[in-house]
């Protein structure tokens, strides 16, 4: 590239030289004899300027912008040559050739020089130059101050001429100089950027091998790493087969067991999800948590409508109106009741909680259909109802015939005659007895017994019943004590008629099943907040497995059967009744052939009567 | 002599009460059902009347709402009879002015001849 370049260079310079050589001897000749300076115009176009040019563009071309030479004087001078011929030719051939040539030269040197050889202010002065002289030349004002264009060229080219001679060389040696210089700088350059090449080839080497290095300790710890994740992941793994086998083993061991409780769960869902009742839990929250199809069929209500509501929500159906007051209550007892859910459909209700460790984790709610138990109890209560009804005033009719024929209000008896009617009212008697705890069993059922409460002395009531029965309290032989409190008893709410119904059926009771020459004793008590009433006898006593049945309907003791043939088994079921129905308790103790004793007590405040 | 009328259908209450009530120095008369006991009630006017509320023809209450019609009539103290002692009938009848009550079922003779007396003496 420099070759080629000192190549251009140097041939455009000499070319340059040569060319003023001739046109100085042309314009000579010429002028001396007068020919055409066409010939010096032609030389001009085909030698000067195209080597001139090509030496410019080769500059451009390789002179990269910053390598630009400095001006100095040897340049300047060659520009001043070129400007001065510029002149020569405006002035000698045709003033509009110069101008273009100059407007050309200007373009063209502005844009070389400027950018890629001369500051621009240089080419502006040398653009500015070329035009003036050009503008002067073809003004010929020169001629005014110079004897003929001849002269003046003759003289100009001289100077041109002997300036050639003289720098010429000088310009060529100075351009050859620059080039040397170029050339050195270049080297210098060249060296240095081999240099500078070579540094960063080392550097780059020396990178490469640091790199390598730490590659190759980063490919060092990375292995390192790895073969720790593969340890680690090798515990992991052994860790996993450990648990594995662990499970494994727990579950080969519990296999059986967990078949045998999901056995067990499928079977007690099945259970429950086949249950003639209906069954309901709620979880500790009062939520719904299960519900079994019959309790859906009693409800006629889906369970997915249900689930895990709570309870309260739940008003649609009417069970759980009266299940939320209760289950407010916190109460850890079983809790019994009648729901009459539908026209035909009687449910009792039985509401346990589930404890789990004395903590409440829900509550059972079983669903028990009694229609047909609660339908068939209506008929026999009505049945024994009506029956009873049908009897009693038939049988007092019949008393009270009785009771007048042996009072001889219809005539005088035989004796024999009196005899068989005496038996015929005792038996009619018995019978209006049994009617009479019928009725009053049927009325305790259909709820028609009705208390009326009065303030009246337990004393004084229970001695008008032993009253009643001294009579026969003598003919059995009875040793008899009433054990009257020291002080008066306060007086209580009760209805009298139904008081004394209870201790009747007490006292009969020990009168009816005590051995000969026995005792009863009855005693009086005031205690805390009650009134105990407490009747003591020596006779045959309740069998132990029968006692739990003792105030049950139509119970009657074997003992007792054996011992006497008559008596309904109503008797204790009333009193009872009775008895509750004063908001008072009834209990006793008994021992098969030594005797019982009965106990009640009432509140002392009010009697609690449904 | 206080005059008595018995309304009832029964035939051996009828004798019972005929029986001990003129024992005891009533003049008794007798009714068998509800009309009749009515038009006896008009024939006689009696002291006292002894009704049942449950009759053939004309029951008891019947029979009431037809003496409450008159004022003179209604001046008659009526001791009713009923079955029970919690009908509906015995609490209309004692609405409607029966001074006492028998309950059958209950039938006591001597308690009823003191209930006559209570009302109108011997």
């Given at each position: 590239?420099?070759?080629?370049?000192?190549?251009?260079?140097?041939?455009?310079n000499?070319?340059r030289?040569?060319?003023?050589?001739?046109?100085?001897i042309?314009?000579?000749f010429s002028?001396?004899?007068?020919i055409?300076?066409s010939?010096s115009?032609?030389?001009?176009f085909?030698?000067f300027?195209p080597?001139?040019?090509?030496?410019?563009i080769?500059?451009?071309?390789?002179?990269?912008?910053?390598?630009?030479?400095?001006?100095?004087?040897s340049?300047?001078?060659?520009q001043?040559?070129?400007?001065?011929?510029l002149?020569?030719?405006g002035?000698?051939?045709?003033?509009?050739?110069?101008f273009?040539?100059?407007?050309?030269?200007?373009?063209?040197?502005?844009?070389?020089?400027?950018?890629?050889?001369?500051p621009?202010?240089?080419?502006?002065?040398?653009?500015i130059?070329?035009?003036?002289?050009?503008?002067l030349?073809h003004?010929?004002?020169l001629?005014?101050?110079?004897?003929?264009p001849?002269?003046l060229?003759?003289s100009?080219?001289?100077?041109i001429?002997?300036?050639s001679?003289f720098?010429?060389e000088?310009?060529?040696?100075?351009?050859?100089?620059?080039?040397?210089?170029?050339?050195?700088?270049?080297?210098?350059?060249?060296?240095?950027?081999s240099?500078q090449f070579?540094r960063?080839d080392?550097f780059?080497?020396?990178?490469?091998?640091?790199?390598?290095?730490?590659?190759?300790?980063?490919?060092?710890?990375l292995?390192?790493?790895?073969n720790?994740?593969?340890?680690?992941q090798?515990?992991?793994e052994?860790?996993?087969?450990?648990?594995?086998?662990?499970?494994?083993?727990?579950?080969t061991i519990?296999?059986?067991?967990r078949k045998?409780?999901?056995?067990m769960?499928?079977?007690?869902?099945?259970?429950?999800e086949?249950?003639?009742?209906?069954i309901?839990?709620?979880?500790?929250?009062?939520?719904l948590f299960?519900?079994?199809?019959?309790?859906?069929l009693?409800f006629?209500?889906k369970?997915?409508e249900l689930?895990?509501?709570?309870?309260?929500e739940?008003?649609?159906?009417?069970?759980?109106?009266?299940?939320?007051?209760f289950?407010?209550q916190?109460?850890?007892?079983i809790?019994?009741?009648?729901?009459?859910?539908?026209?035909?459909?009687i449910?009792?209700?039985?509401i346990?909680?589930?404890?789990?460790?004395?903590e409440?984790?829900?509550?059972?709610i079983?669903?028990?259909?009694?229609?047909?138990?609660?339908?068939?109890?209506?008929?026999?209560?009505?049945?024994?109802?009506?029956?009873?009804?049908?009897?009693?005033?038939?049988?007092?009719?019949i008393?009270?015939?009785?009771r007048?024929i042996?009072?001889?209000?219809l005539?005088?008896?035989?004796?024999e005659?009196?005899?068989?009617?005496e038996?015929?009212?005792?038996?009619?008697?018995?019978?209006?007895?049994l009617?009479?705890?019928l009725l009053?069993?049927?009325?305790?059922e259909?709820?028609?017994?009705?208390?009326?409460?009065?303030?009246?002395?337990?004393?004084?009531?229970?001695?008008?019943?032993?009253?009643s029965?001294k009579?026969?309290i003598?003919?059995?032989?009875i040793?008899f004590?009433f054990?009257?409190?020291?002080?008066?008893?306060p007086?209580?709410?009760?209805d009298e008629?139904?008081i004394?119904?209870?201790?009747?059926?007490?006292l009969?009771?020990?009168v009816?099943?005590?051995?000969?020459?026995?005792?009863i004793?009855?005693s009086?008590?005031?205690?805390?907040?009650?009134?105990?009433?407490k009747?003591?006898?020596?006779?045959?006593?309740i069998?132990?497995?029968?006692?739990?049945?003792?105030?049950?309907k139509?119970?009657?003791?074997?003992?007792a059967?054996?011992?006497?043939?008559e008596g309904?088994?109503?008797?204790?079921f009333?009193?009872?009744?009775?008895?509750e129905?004063?908001?008072g308790?009834?209990?006793?103790?008994s021992?098969?052939?030594?005797?019982s004793?009965?106990?009640f007590?009432?509140?002392?405040?009010k009697g609690?009567?449904? | 002599?206080?005059?008595?009328?018995?309304?009832?259908?029964?035939?051996?209450?009828?004798?019972?009460?005929?029986?001990?009530?003129?024992?005891e120095g009533?003049?008794?008369?007798?009714?068998?059902?509800g009309?009749?006991?009515?038009?006896?009630?008009?024939?006689?006017?009696?002291d006292?009347?002894?009704?049942?509320?449950?009759m053939p023809?004309?029951?008891?209450l019947?029979v009431?709402?037809?003496?409450?019609?008159?004022?003179a009539?209604k001046?008659i103290p009526i001791?009713?009879?009923?079955e029970a002692?919690?009908?509906?009938?015995l609490?209309?009848?004692r609405?409607?002015?029966?001074?006492?009550w028998?309950?059958?079922?209950?039938?006591?003779?001597?308690?009823?001849?003191?209930?006559?007396?209570?009302q109108?003496g011997?």
């Open positions: 590239m420099e070759d080629l370049l000192v190549q251009n260079i140097r041939f455009a000499r070319a030289f040569f060319l003023f050589f001739l046109f100085l042309f314009s000579l002028k001396l004899i007068g055409s300076l010939w115009l032609i030389e001009i085909i030698l300027l080597a001139n040019f090509i030496s410019e080769s500059a451009i071309k390789i002179w990269p912008k910053e390598k630009a030479p400095q001006i100095n004087s340049y300047f001078a060659h001043l040559i070129e400007i001065l011929l002149f020569e030719i002035y000698l051939i045709h003033p509009l050739l110069f273009l040539l100059a407007i050309f030269y200007i373009i063209f040197s502005y844009f070389t020089f400027s950018q890629r050889v001369y621009r202010i240089i080419s502006l002065i040398l653009i130059g070329y035009f003036s002289f050009g503008l030349a003004f010929q004002i001629n005014y101050y110079f004897p003929s001849f002269f060229s003759f100009l080219t001289s100077v001429l002997i300036c001679v720098f010429g000088k310009i060529s040696e100075s351009s050859e100089n620059i080039l040397e210089i170029l050339k050195g700088k270049t080297e210098e350059l060249r060296e240095k950027e240099q070579r960063e080392e780059r080497r020396s990178r490469t091998a640091w790199e390598r290095e730490m590659e190759k300790r980063l490919k060092e710890i292995s390192l790493k790895e720790l994740d593969q340890e680690k090798k515990e992991k052994l860790e996993e087969k450990i648990a594995e086998m662990k499970k494994f083993q727990e579950s519990n296999q059986e067991v045998k409780i999901k056995e769960k499928d079977r007690n869902l099945t259970i429950i086949s249950f003639s009742d209906g309901l839990v709620l979880d500790e929250e009062n939520k299960l519900i079994n199809p019959q309790a859906e009693f006629d209500i369970a997915e689930m895990d509501k709570p309870i309260s739940l008003t649609k159906i009417p069970v759980f109106e009266s299940l939320t007051n289950l407010e916190k109460t850890e007892k809790f019994r009741k009648e729901l009459p859910l539908k026209k035909n459909l449910l009792q209700v039985t346990s909680p589930l404890m789990k460790e004395k409440k984790m829900g509550t059972l079983v669903l028990h259909d009694i229609t047909r138990e609660k339908t068939v109890e209506r008929i026999k209560t009505e049945f024994v109802s009506l029956s009873a009804h049908q009897l009693r005033t038939p049988l007092s009719a008393k009270w015939t009785l007048m042996l009072d001889g209000d005539g005088e008896l035989n004796k005659q009196r005899d068989f009617l038996k015929t009212y005792k038996s009619n008697e018995r019978m209006i007895s009617i009479n705890d009053n069993v049927t009325r305790i259909e709820g028609r017994y009705i208390y009326q409460l009065l303030s009246y002395d337990l004393v004084e009531i229970t001695q008008s019943v032993i009253d029965y009579g026969e003598e003919r059995k032989d040793k004590e054990k009257k409190p020291e002080k008066k008893l007086k209580i709410l009760v008629e139904k004394k119904i209870a201790i009747e059926n007490l009969d009771n020990a009816r099943y005590i051995f000969p020459g026995g005792k004793t009855i009086l008590e005031l205690l805390e907040n009650e009134i105990q009433f009747i003591e006898d020596t006779g045959i006593g069998p132990r497995d029968e006692q739990p049945r003792v105030f049950t139509f119970f009657r003791g074997v003992n059967i054996r011992m006497e043939t309904s088994g109503l008797g204790l009333v009193t009872k009744n009775i008895i129905a004063h908001g308790r009834i209990w006793f103790k021992e098969e052939g030594k005797g004793t009965f106990y007590a009432l509140p002392l405040k609690k009567i449904e | 002599m206080s005059k008595i009328l018995i309304v009832e259908d029964e035939g051996i209450i009828i004798d019972l009460l005929q029986k001990k009530l003129e024992k009533y003049d008794v008369e007798v009714a068998r059902d009309e009749e006991g009515l038009k006896k009630i008009k024939e006689i006017w009696p006292l009347i002894l009704l049942d509320l449950e023809k004309m029951s008891g019947g009431m709402e037809e003496i409450n019609k008159n004022p009539l001046r001791i009713v009879m009923s002692g919690d009908s509906f009938e609490k209309r009848a609405e409607l002015g029966a001074k006492d028998i309950i059958k079922i209950e039938f006591d003779l001597p308690q009823i001849i003191n209930k006559v007396v209570q109108i011997r």
